[in-house]
């Protein structure tokens, strides 16, 4: 058994090049001698870039020539290679290293660990999967969680640790994610697909045939500087075109918001307020006007949908429930006057309109119901299927909406075990819980085994995990409640962290294993996620920093270990991989899009295809619903909807209604105490929390060194609070420091702090206040509903004060403290 005592011997025995790595010395002497820079292709989510590597470093990195809005945020990539957030070398948490299972688990996040060589540290790893596979089984092992990772289609970090795992053992999974996990459980039931990931109609298309684009709780111009491959930004210039329009008078453009929005901005468009979460009320006035003033297309809903007067019944208050859904009802809910309400349905119904919903809507508790409400609405307009009509729920995703090429691109590294395989521990017992869980409740699933839960139909049983992998993933950004996850974490026995930098999760972890930078290994990306416009090489700018591996690596490292390395690997090298991909792509493209041979590729650094004709969503099934009918129970559009209906939940039952939450700003529950809204929104100047740790770039936004919450001049005033001031975000759930930005673009009562900033404690106890401003510190960890139990991070209230004395140092960055052994 591997135990701290036998590292050092390791340590001592191997001497310092253990240490540092045999190559580390002669890279740096190479180094200093080379003086020619080399301008190199590389792909990245921010776009596709040209670095110069001079001296075996990247000194500059400019945008592609031919990208048309390259992102400010390709400044960053510098400083996340060269950041002294980087995990160095493999190491062990100091307490867990000597105890292993029977270690103090409430030290958990004190940043105390020791330097281990790799071949330690994969031994550890290996140990830890044996002792949990056969003392508690498959149930005993959570690996199923996943985030962004870094771009690349081989070194896919999510594809490396689900294939090592599994050829190990059975494990406990997740389904679902964090961005669209409510939106893509209900629209199915409603619509026939999830829509949050499908292409769209095309921009061209829009931008002809819209009289209205409703741009409902979505920015678009913020969130397209990232994309889930390479990223192309052909999108951001119909943002362009579509702002001449609105200029010149031929499009209204409304942004339907809180806040005013830096598309809206942007567009010079129209803004209309609605008070936070009540957009439900809202949206079911509009209903009411649709169908009271006879605006509603009944032909199309008879023909592509079923349930409307199940949903209308309740709309007139025919029903149990006897409230009239009214303008004036809903007015005073949302706070838009009902007068301006009736107007705005006119306005919807006097022409071609086109919803484009954004995904921070459904990340609220009841997040279903809005996106149901969404088809409701263009299903009374009559003009799903139609060009410049309709509704989507992914245009400011990763491209969607720019015509696609029709082009192959390659597949990825292989997930699963290879056909015919079995695991080393082929158990199945999962010991009467359930083998895959809601995304959002694996912190609940920790702090409570044995419980039950309802999920989409389904009972979930949640396990008794003692184990917890994560790769390329921080859930210490992407989960809520922050200090109810230290609890959580609390509860196991090993946590293992593999990733480039020190972020929380790692901070959290029993075992740091150091994984490189996409800019330190070779690879290859689709060009445009949603537009398939090409394929980028990716080409290593420098070699691994530190002691660094490559996912590949590190897991063939681990398979070795137990006798399935060479299935891991399938005997080929990463070079070996990728032109195997490359050729397959090409094969595959063959008589409709000319590909040169691999290492033409590999020189050019980009092959691009054609592109391809404009597309209308949901055209087919408009032309006809019974041979090109959607995915529902039914193939119609379904209004109310009788599978979910049979569930019997009470938070989401046969159709969409108007809801309380448990806490709401503007008069709402919880408001006398917390009277401000947290709105915790995709960053303008990150990915996720990709970059957070670029120091110099995370410089150009901080306040004193913080990350900023966006406050209106008004609560400012009240709380005597000035632009650039440290400031405490603080409610029941937590507390957090941030820097004061006052900006007119939000109202009173709403504040934003963007998701993603990472979490630094001052120390590990819980409740302890937050050093840089995680807004996960504060939101509440609750699903949505029965239904998705999906993440409910923006049903949240604060309250806001200005920081007195001396604010502690942030603790988010930089390496841990370093034990000796």
């Known amino acids: 058994m591997t135990t701290r005592r036998n590292v050092l011997k390791g340590l001592v025995a191997g001497g310092a090049a253990t240490l540092m790595g045999q190559s580390l010395f002669a890279k740096a002497a190479q180094a200093a001698t080379s003086s020619q820079g080399t301008w190199h292709v ?63 688990r409430t030290t958990r996040g004190d940043n105390r660990y020791v330097r281990i060589t790799w071949d330690e540290a ?57 961005s669209t996990g409510a939106g893509q459980t209900i629209l199915p039931y409603v619509i026939g697909s999830t829509e949050v990931y499908a292409q769209g109609t095309s921009w061209p298309v829009i931008l002809e045939n819209a009289d209205t684009v409703v741009l409902w709780a979505s920015d678009p111009l913020k969130n397209l500087q990232v994309g889930w491959t390479c990223e192309t930004h052909e999108s951001l210039p119909y943002l362009d075109e579509l702002r001449d329009k609105v200029a010149a008078g031929e499009i209204r453009v409304i942004s339907v918001d809180p806040v005013r929005s830096k598309t809206q901005k942007h567009l010079n468009s129209e803004h209309l307020y609605v008070n936070p979460m009540t957009d439900v009320a809202f949206m079911l006035a509009i209903a009411h006007t649709l169908y009271t003033e006879d605006l509603h297309d009944k032909e199309f809903l008879d023909i592509y949908s079923l349930g409307f007067d199940q949903f209308i019944s309740y709309v007139m208050g025919e029903g149990e429930d006897a409230t009239v859904k009214t303008p004036e009802w809903a007015a005073e809910i949302c706070g838009v006057p009902a007068e301006e309400i009736r107007s705005f349905a006119r306005l ?123 790769t390329g993933c921080n859930p210490f950004h992407h989960h809520q409640d922050r200090n109810k996850m230290r609890k959580a974490f609390r509860q196991l026995e090993t946590v293992v962290a593999i990733d480039f930098a020190w972020t929380a999760t790692c901070r959290h972890a029993d075992l740091v294993l150091p994984a490189c930078t996409q800019f330190e290994r070779n690879d290859m990306d689709t060009y445009g996620a949603y537009s398939n416009t090409g394929v980028v090489a990716m080409r290593k700018l420098v070699d691994p920093l530190y002691q660094s591996k490559t996912d590949y690596e590190i897991f063939t490292g681990l398979t070795d270990r137990f006798g399935r390395a060479e299935e891991y690997t399938r005997g080929m090298t990463e070079m070996q991989w990728l032109r195997q991909m490359y050729d397959t792509t090409k094969a595959a493209n063959d008589g409709r899009f000319e590909m040169p041979d691999f290492d033409q590729f590999w020189e050019d650094g980009m092959v691009r295809f054609q592109r391809g004709e404009n597309w209308v969503r949901h055209a087919a099934f ?57 709105q915790s929104c995709h960053p303008d100047q990150r990915l996720h929390s990709q970059m957070c740790e670029s120091d110099e770039y995370r410089a150009t936004y901080a306040v004193q060194g913080r990350e900023p919450v966006y406050i209106s001049p008004e609560d400012a005033a009240n709380r005597g609070i000035n632009d650039g001031d440290i400031v405490r975000v603080f409610n029941d759930r937590g507390q957090l420091l941030a820097g004061a930005r006052v900006s007119e673009d939000y109202p009173q009562g709403v504040v934003r ?69």
């Open 42 to 104: 590389t792909g990245s989510h921010w776009g596709a870039i040209r670095a110069l590597v001079k001296g075996g470093k990247v000194t500059d990195v400019q945008p592609l020539e031919d990208d048309p809005y390259p992102t400010d945020m390709i400044k960053g990539i510098k400083g996340i290679i060269y950041s002294p957030s980087r995990i160095k070398y493999p190491m062990a948490r100091a307490d867990w290293l000597d105890n292993r299972e029977n270690a103090d």
């Open 122 to 178: 994969l031994d550890l790893f290996y140990e830890e999967l044996e002792r949990v596979q056969t003392t508690h089984g498959p149930s005993g092992l959570f690996a199923g969680a996943t985030g962004w990772r870094q771009t690349g289609l081989f070194h896919t970090c999510i594809n490396h640790m689900n294939r090592a795992v599994s050829m190990h053992g059975n494990y406990v999974r997740k389904v679902g994610d964090y």
């Open 348 to 470: 919807l119904a006097s022409g071609r309109t086109q919803f484009l919903f954004g995904w921070s809507l459904q990340r609220q508790q009841h997040g279903e119901q809005p996106y149901w409400m969404g088809t409701i609405l263009a299903s009374m307009l009559g003009q799903i299927g139609l060009p410049g009509g309709g509704v989507s729920y992914s245009h400011h995703y990763s491209g969607v909406g720019v015509p696609q090429t029709g082009a192959n691109m390659p597949g990825a590294f292989p997930l699963n075990l290879d056909l015919g395989k079995t695991p080393k521990h082929d158990l199945h017992n999962y010991k009467g819980a359930s083998n895959v869980i809601p995304v959002a409740r694996w912190v609940d699933m920790l702090l409570n085994p044995g419980d039950k839960i309802q999920y989409n139909g389904h009972e979930v049983t949640y396990p008794d995990v003692r184990m917890a992998v994560f």
């Open 622 to 678: 408009r032309e006809d619903p019974e041979i090109n009918a959607l995915g529902t129970p039914s193939g119609f559009i379904e209004i109310s909807s009788r599978t979910i209906e049979k569930f019997g939940y009470d938070d989401c039952g046969a159709h969409p209604k108007w809801m309380e939450k448990a806490e709401r700003s503007h008069g709402g529950p919880n408001s006398d105490r917390f009277p401000i809204w947290l």
């Open 753 to 821: 702090i963007h998701e993603g900033a990472w979490y630094g404690p001052v120390d590990a106890s819980i409740g302890a206040l937050d050093t840089y401003g995680d807004p996960n510190t504060v939101t509440m960890d609750v699903g949505a509903s029965k239904l998705s139990q999906a993440t409910s991070a923006n049903t949240c209230l604060v309250e806001i004060e200005k920081f007195e004395g001396v604010a502690p140092p942030v603790t988010s960055f930089g390496g841990p403290i370093e034990e000796s052994l």
